[in-house]
C-alpha cells in the first residue's frame, strides 16, 4: 500500500538557519513524488518534483529535496530559512498513469523563529 | 487571475442542510479531483473526474456527491451535511499526460 510519513509534526528554525524536513515513502512501483507548501489560508503550492534522473532536484523559493531510493526517502532542504517560509509542508507520492492517486503526508509546520 | 478557483472560500452551515462547493479552472485540464483536509491530516481524496462523462468514487465519498458540468467545473455536494465534514476543501486539477496537480485556494466549511 502506498503511504507517507513526515515524522516531525512542527519544527522551530532560526531565520537564517538551515532546514531539513523528512519525508518517507512506500510505494510499489517507480514513485513520482512532491512537495507542496500551504501558507496560512492559501492552497497548496507546488514546490518541486521528482520522477527521474538527477535524485538531487531544485524548486522555487530555493528549495530542494534529494530522492534516497535506498532509504525510500525524499527529504526537503533550505540552506537558509526567511520568515516567510513559515507555513505547512506537505509531502506526496503517486503515479503518472491513469488518474494519478496522490497519497499525502500528514504535513509538518514550520515555525521561523527571530 | 487565478487558474483554479472555489467559491464559496468559507461557509457555515447547519446539520441537515444541502451543501455545494463550487470548482473552475481556466487551465483547460480534463481531470479534476476533490480533497478534505483535516487537522493533523494530510488530504484525502474524495471523488475525481477524467472527463465529464467520467466521475469516480475516492477513498472518503460517503456523504458526498459530484457533478461536472462542463470541463471546467467540477462541483461537491454535501446532501445533509453533519458535523464531522467540518473541514478544509480543495479542487484540483491535472491535464492529461501531466505529472502534476494544481489545487485551488480551498473552501473553509464549518457544520454546527
Known amino acids: 500500500a502506498q503511504s507517507v510519513t513526515q515524522p516531525d509534526i512542527h519544527i522551530t528554525v532560526s531565520e537564517g538557519a538551515s532546514l531539513e524536513l523528512r519525508c518517507n515513502y512506500s510505494y510499489g512501483a517507480t514513485p513520482y513524488l512532491f512537495w507542496y507548501v500551504q501558507s496560512p489560508g492559501q492552497g497548496l503550492q507546488l514546490l518541486l518534483k521528482?520522477?527521474?534522473?538527477?535524485?538531487l532536484v531544485q524548486g522555487i523559493k530555493g528549495f530542494e529535496a534529494e530522492f534516497k531510493r535506498s532509504q525510500s526517502s525524499f527529504n526537503l532542504r533550505k540552506p537558509s530559512v526567511h520568515w516567510s517560509d513559515a507555513a505547512e509542508y506537505f509531502c506526496a507520492v503517486g503515479g503518472n498513469t491513469g488518474f494519478q492517486k496522490l497519497v499525502f503526508g500528514t504535513g509538518t509546520r514550520l515555525l521561523v523563529s527571530p | 487571475d487565478a487558474d483554479v478557483t472555489q467559491t464559496p472560500r468559507n461557509r457555515i452551515t447547519k446539520t441537515g442542510k444541502r451543501i455545494m462547493l463550487e470548482c473552475s479552472q481556466t487551465k483547460g485540464h480534463d481531470r479534476m479531483y476533490w480533497y478534505r483536509q483535516d487537522p493533523g491530516l494530510g488530504l484525502q481524496l474524495i471523488y475525481y473526474s477524467f472527463d465529464v462523462k467520467d466521475i469516480n468514487k475516492g477513498e472518503i465519498s460517503d456523504g458526498y456527491s459530484v457533478s461536472r458540468q462542463a470541463q471546467a467545473k467540477f462541483s461537491l455536494s454535501l446532501e445533509s451535511a453533519i458535523p464531522n465534514q467540518t473541514a478544509l476543501y480543495f479542487c484540483?486539477?491535472?491535464?492529461?499526460?501531466?505529472?502534476?496537480?494544481?489545487f485551488g485556494p480551498g473552501t473553509r466549511l464549518t457544520v454546527l
Open positions: 521528482y520522477f527521474s534522473g538527477d535524485t
Open positions: 484540483a486539477t491535472r491535464g492529461q499526460g501531466a505529472d502534476t496537480q494544481y
